[in-house]
T-cell receptor, first 110, second 114 residues
Framework: QKEVEQDPGPLSVPEGAIVSLNCTYSNSAFQYFMWYRQYSRKGPELLMYTYSSGNKEDGRFTAQVDKSSKYISLFIRDSQPSDSATYLCAMKGNNNDMRFGAGTRLTVKP | DGGITQSPKYLFRKEGQNVTLSCEQN?????MYWYRQDPGQGLRLIYYSQIVNDFQKGDIAEGYSVSREKKESFPLTVTSAQKNPTAFYLCASSIGGGRLNEQFFGPGTRLTVL
């Protein structure tokens, strides 16, 4: 079993839809949770990060962490064609050991 | 402009050859990392360096080598011992290696072995 599981998709939604992206993990030592966005043939860029359980909102993006279920989510409201990208979840504990999900490829159709 | 640069963007290698991928940052970051990205898999850590003249193996270091002679540079050599080197290689840097220090990624180098 991988430490971080993420459905690779692809996921296709119409413009304006609410998108839900998810990851599950097995290592209870993870405390820092991140979402990266990666456009085709580019490097990932940090979108959101949260520490421990809870929600964090930034514009159209909301990140949720449920440590009891070992489950994290990223919600995108009013999705736009420019949101089309691969979304990677990542997590780490107190050391330098970052683990990434496989990435979910999202397409938002106009 | 501050950031991370990687070169070349595309690289073709014949079997049996060593190749070196360049990574340079002008963010004054202490820590630098090399990842490999394959379709359907998450980023996997090859090597990382927390300070100049020091580096540690990641999860998949076999067939790779690095050096960290300068703070701003962290080149990766893919040797002929790496059995399946075709992949997208990403370099990243962060202020430090501990706790939550955001990793900034370069644009990547796509390596293809012919």
């Amino acid at each position: 079993q991988k430490e971080v599981e993420q459905d690779p998709g692809p996921l296709s939604v119409p413009e304006g839809a609410i998108v839900s992206l998810n990851c599950t993990y097995s290592n209870s030592a993870f405390q820092y949770f991140m979402w990266y966005r990666q456009y085709s043939r580019k490097g990932p860029e940090l979108l959101m990060y949260t520490y421990s359980s809870g929600n964090k909102e930034d514009g159209r993006f909301t990140a949720q962490v449920d440590k009891s279920s070992k489950y994290i989510s990223l919600f995108i409201r009013d999705s736009q064609p420019s949101d089309s990208a691969t979304y990677l979840c990542a997590m780490k504990g107190n050391n330098n050991d970052m683990r990434f999900g496989a990435g979910t490829r999202l397409t938002v159709k106009p | 402009d501050g950031g991370i640069t990687q070169s070349p963007k595309y690289l073709f290698r014949k079997e049996g050859q060593n190749v070196t991928l360049s990574c340079e940052q002008n963010l004054n970051h202490d820590a630098m990392y090399w990842y490999r990205q394959d379709p359907g898999q998450g980023l996997r850590l090859i090597y990382y360096s927390q300070i100049v003249n020091d580096f540690q193996k990641g999860d998949i270091a076999e067939g790779y080598s690095v050096s960290r002679e300068k703070k701003e540079s962290f080149p990766l050599t893919v040797t002929s011992a790496q059995k399946n080197p075709t992949a997208f290689y990403l370099c990243a840097s962060s202020i430090g290696g501990g706790r939550l220090n955001e990793q900034f990624f370069g644009p990547g180098t796509r390596l293809t072995v012919l």
